[in-house]
């Protein structure tokens, strides 16, 4: 009897200390991975995945600076990660435990190498473009169906955002996005950080200023889908999203994506295991599955992201690897600008000219 | 010796849950920024003893303090939380006290129902509750549609992202915190005194001035702090329903704790509006203080 209820105590303590240490914690976009993956994911390591989302690399980065948040995969984008990096928030990725490193597309580890170099830390999660999300017929009855769908005329020149205000416009709420738009828009050094080039992006900005409805960087996509605001300013597959949403509900809204033909920014989310993760192997087991080609091309599929594996491209359905808009043309691709981090004074600079644009102080 | 301790537990109460994390904040706000965890410099160390402490407070000073002094969006943002919640408790205040008059002069078998309807709500999350509005006040939303149905407007009116659908949920979430005051205060009136004001010639009117007004008073007084001190540094409600151009502290403080990065800043805006709320908390203190020396 006595053996029995100490084997049972032993069972049970083993069967605790085994459920803590089987728990795989991710922190990710909203809207960002097909759920099925997921509970694939379980199925297939047997770990407990506990999965959280976010919707800025801002709110990201101060869980990562405080310490202890406790999660073991966490997805910023490549010009936050490259400080987060230098502030010793993650650790190096052990290589000899992600075979599956051999399926990504050598084109963009060259472009994230810029910000991790050697990829020592991250692996590529998807990359996209900054650009028009545009409800077509609306903004054709407002500005006329000759007016070009992809310039940045559209959300920067007073007199067409006057028009398109009274069918409604969000913007990004994310400075360094919207600001480098700006400066590439006046012929400026986009990823410039001197606080006097980043000054003239101002005016511009708040001369629209009264005609935007919103800054904000995840309700355009159902604001879009059901032709609340008919253009924003936003992330190429949060659109291209908004677009399947409008289908689904078949409202009669028809969303289009383009790139600026002025030049987009494109963006890198890479997936990164934070210093204090309290299960790195765990997390190691969860890159390794995200990398299998199958599983990338399934998310891919579904958030309507371009991806930097290359393995992955025989399983992309073909309105995703032959839709410019994710997998942009070549030409479009040697048309888009990347960008470094701010260091702390220009990153004060560029908030306190947001607050500014935001708020009229 | 009990009675040392009777009095030992609020002051403990009050050094564990508001002077320790003061005194947490101060010393950040104190501090530089730093590209580390965390994310600000210098951190205590004792392993190196008396000479680590005496280092670690010469590197403190007051430049966040004077920063806040340099760049006058923090007296705007300041000042626009106040004013804010100045209006929305005067609102508040309009719309609560009807309510509270209408629950103290109803049949006395009625008064628990009514007072269970007011707290009620509260049982569902705040968060949902915001939201709601959301789905009350945007351009598609119930409130446009039940409009233009009805033929009032021909075209839908936006309300959300302005500073109205601001005023519309902080007097909606904060009703409560004014009524129940102002009810308690009410209820235990004497109505023989009215009586006695219209025998003497008052019109209902009059009375209602002369005598209900002023023997509401405390509960008005309670009711006007308990909204308005938790209105002035209050986030989620003007950044869920406000615009973008809603300027209030709490939006300042989140940019220079989130996107600046820059916590000692942060902590020397929340250090400021402390002392802002200290005056209206201390006044209030006396007002309790006063009219419980009156009821002796």
């Given at each position: 009897m006595t053996f029995k209820t100490l084997t049972l105590t032993a069972v049970l303590a083993l069967g605790t200390s085994a459920a803590f240490a089987e728990e795989v914690r991710v922190y990710n976009w909203s809207d960002?991975?097909?759920?099925?993956l997921l509970s694939k994911f379980e199925e297939e390591t047997g770990l407990t995945l506990i999965y959280d989302v976010f919707d800025s690399n801002e709110v990201l980065e101060t869980k990562m600076l405080a310490g202890g948040s406790g999660y073991d995969v966490v997805v910023p984008t490549a010009d936050f990660m490259q400080r987060q990096i230098q502030a010793g928030v993650y650790q190096k990725l052990?290589?000899?435990?992600?075979?599956?490193?051999?399926?990504?597309w050598d084109v963009i580890e060259e472009r994230t190498s810029r910000y991790d170099p050697g990829n020592e830390y991250s692996i590529n999660y998807m990359w996209g473009t900054t650009g028009l999300g545009l409800n077509v017929n609306k903004v054709k009855e407002v500005l006329g169906d000759d007016f070009p769908l992809d310039t940045m005329d559209l959300v920067l020149k007073p007199e067409n955002m006057e028009k398109l205000a009274t069918c409604g416009v969000h913007f990004l709420d994310a400075p360094t996005e919207i600001i480098p738009m700006v400066l590439q828009y006046l012929g400026e050094d986009p990823d410039s950080s001197d606080p006097d080039v980043i000054a003239k992006a101002e005016a511009p900005l708040l001369a629209v200023r009264p005609h935007i409805q919103k800054f904000h960087s995840s309700e355009y996509v159902n604001a879009l889908a059901n032709g609340e605001i008919c253009v924003a300013v936003g992330w190429s597959g949060d659109v291209l999203q908004s677009r399947d949403r409008a289908i689904e509900a078949e409202n009669g809204v028809e969303i289009v994506y383009n790139p600026f033909a002025e030049g987009s920014l494109m963006w890198s989310d890479q997936m990164l295991i934070p210093a204090d993760s309290p299960n790195p192997d765990g997390a190691h087991q969860f890159l390794n599955f995200i990398m299998d080609a199958q599983n990338m091309a399934t998310a891919s599929n579904y958030v309507y992201y371009a991806n930097g594996n290359k393995a992955s491209q025989e399983f992309l359905l073909e309105d995703v690897i032959g839709d410019p808009a994710i997998y942009p043309t070549e030409e479009t691709m040697s048309n888009l600008y990347t960008k470094s981090p701010y260091d702390s004074k220009t990153q004060r600079v560029v908030t306190r000219l947001w607050t500014k644009i935001k708020s009229g102080t | 010796m009990r009675r040392a301790l009777l009095i030992a537990v609020p002051y403990v109460w009050l050094l564990a849950l508001f002077l320790v994390p003061f005194f947490i904040v101060l010393k950040i706000s104190l501090s530089d920024t730093e590209l580390a965890i965390p994310p600000y410099t210098p951190t205590l160390d004792l392993s190196q003893g008396w000479a680590g402490i005496k280092d670690f407070f010469s590197q403190l000073d007051f430049e966040n303090f004077v920063w806040l002094t340099e760049d006058d969006l923090y007296w705007k943002a300041y000042l626009s939380s106040l004013k804010i919640a100045v209006i929305s408790t005067f609102l508040t205040l309009l719309v609560g006290y009807p309510i509270a008059y209408g629950m103290a002069r109803a049949p006395a078998e009625w008064r628990p129902t009514l007072m269970m309807l007011v707290i009620l709500p509260f049982w569902t999350s705040f968060l949902i509750r915001v939201y709601a509005w959301m789905g009350i006040l945007s351009n598609e939303g119930y409130l446009n549609q039940l409009l233009l149905w009805t033929g009032i407007i021909s075209t839908p009116l936006t309300i959300l992202n302005t500073n109205t659908a601001v005023y519309i949920g902080i007097v909606y979430t904060y009703l409560p915190f004014m009524i129940l005051p102002i009810y308690s205060s009410l209820e235990r009136m004497d109505e023989s005194l009215i009586e006695a004001a219209e025998d003497l010639g008052c019109s209902r009117l009059q009375a209602f001035w002369l005598v209900t007004i002023p023997l509401s008073r405390p509960g008005i007084i309670a009711g006007c702090f308990l909204v308005m001190i938790p209105v002035i540094g209050e986030f989620v409600i003007p950044s869920l329903l406000g615009g973008s151009g809603t300027l209030m502290i709490g939006k300042v403080l989140w940019e220079e704790f989130f996107?600046?990065?820059d916590w000692p800043v942060a902590s020397a805006v929340a250090v400021v509006l402390l002392l802002i709320l200290v005056v209206p908390i201390v006044l209030f203190q006396r007002n309790q203080q006063k009219q419980a020396e009156a009821e002796k």
């Open positions: 960002y991975i097909d759920e099925e052990d290589k000899s435990k992600l075979p599956n490193l051999a399926n990504m | 996107s600046n990065r």
